[in-house]
Nanobody, 120 residues
Framework: QVQLVESGGGLVQPGGSLSLSCAAS????????MGWYRQAPGKQRELVAA???????NYADSVKGRFTISRDNAKNRVYLQMNSLKPEDTAVYYC??????????????WGQGTQVTVSS
């Protein structure tokens, strides 16, 4: 079994900052891509940022220059630093990992989601 547990999130005023953290645990041989998706009410889930095991990153155009993704491979953790937050960043943020479980194969895993609300 694999579990992704997110922390962080909450309510912040426009222009403020928040940090999200996600820890993967369980039967893990290695982790390929880790990332963050978000889903706002009435909208589809979208990629926010992703990072490979080698440190290559990919960001949605809407967050470039404001959000920074990083990871700690030794701790199986991924982080998202969000600065200059806007009301349109309000969404449930989901941690994502593509995990190699050895004999159990490779699969996609998701966290339970954490709410980020940007409002004055």
């Amino acid at each position: 079994q694999v579990q992704l547990v997110e922390s962080g999130g909450g309510l912040v005023q426009p222009g403020g900052s928040l940090s999200l953290s996600c820890a993967a645990s369980g039967s893990i041989f290695s982790i390929n891509v880790m990332g963050w998706y978000r889903q706002a009410p009435g909208k589809q889930r979208e990629l926010v940022a992703a990072i490979t095991s080698g440190g290559s990153t990919n960001y949605a155009d809407s967050v470039k220059g404001r959000f920074t993704i990083s990871r700690d491979n030794a701790k199986n953790r991924v982080y998202l630093q969000m600065n200059s937050l806007k009301p349109e960043d309000t969404a449930v943020y989901y941690c994502y990992s593509n995990i190699n479980r050895g004999r159990a194969g490779v699969g996609d895993y998701w966290g339970q989601g954490t709410q980020v609300t940007v409002s004055s």
